[in-house]
């Protein structure tokens, strides 16, 4: 079992919607929880970072934690085409940082 | 947020042949600096962390002896890839630890012929 798993997509979504991205992890013990965008052949940059149960919310971007069901997602609202790329969910346990595969997000304009 | 830089962006070298690529902290001392490879369509995948000033720890699965990791000051840490050969051939990343985030370099894109 991978320690982090996200659906490889891609997910294909207009302009204007909200795009749904889904991550579980394996680590129940793990504390914090992050989002990375990464365009391609650039290096992944820092979106958003979730310790906490419950919703965390900058600008166009909802992130939410459920620790029970070992679960994270990001959701992006009103879709533009520049938030086309992949995704990263990165988990932090002892010392580490352990990334799933990725999302790739198409938004058609 | 802070930034890290590397160099060099790409490089391109003969098999056999050793490249290093530097990781710079440039607004900030970094007592640690991690080190990632990332192949396409993959995740990126630690290969070590780099402490400040005593040996990095290398991820189960890494060569030491062929990816040498020195980080002689707070700003600076260099990857040297020896004896490349063409599976070599990867995006390698750096990032640098500031309190509980993680900031990345730009990358080096690896090609061994």
């Known amino acids: 079992q991978k320690e982090v798993e996200q659906n490889s997509g891609p997910l294909s979504v207009p302009e204007g919607a909200i795009a749904s991205l889904n991550c579980t992890y394996s680590d129940r013990g793990s504390q914090s929880f992050f989002w990375y965008r990464q365009y391609s052949g650039k290096s992944p940059e820092l979106i958003m970072f979730?310790?906490?149960?419950g919703d965390k919310e900058d600008g166009r971007f909802t992130a939410q934690l459920n620790k029970a069901s070992q679960y994270v997602s990001l959701l992006i609202r009103d879709s533009q085409p520049s938030d086309s790329a992949t995704y990263l969910c990165?988990?932090?346990?002892?010392?580490?940082?352990?990334f799933g595969a990725g999302t790739t997000v198409t938004v058609r304009a | 947020g802070a930034v890290v830089s590397q160099h060099p962006s790409w490089v391109i070298c003969k098999s056999g042949t050793s490249v290093k690529i530097e990781c710079r902290s440039l607004d900030f001392q970094a007592t640690t600096m991690f080190w990632y490879r990332q192949f396409p369509k993959q995740s990126l995948m630690l290969m070590a962390t780099s402490n400040e000033g005593s040996k990095a720890t290398y991820e189960q699965g890494v060569e030491k002896d062929k990816f040498l990791i020195n980080h002689a000051s707070l700003t600076l840490s260099t990857l040297t890839v020896t004896s490349a050969h063409p599976e070599d051939s990867s995006f390698y990343i750096c990032s640098a630890r500031v309190m509980t985030e993680q900031f990345f370099g730009p990358g080096t894109r690896l090609t061994v012929l």
């Open positions: 990165a988990v932090k346990g002892d010392y580490k940082l352990s």
């Open positions: 979730i310790y906490s149960n």
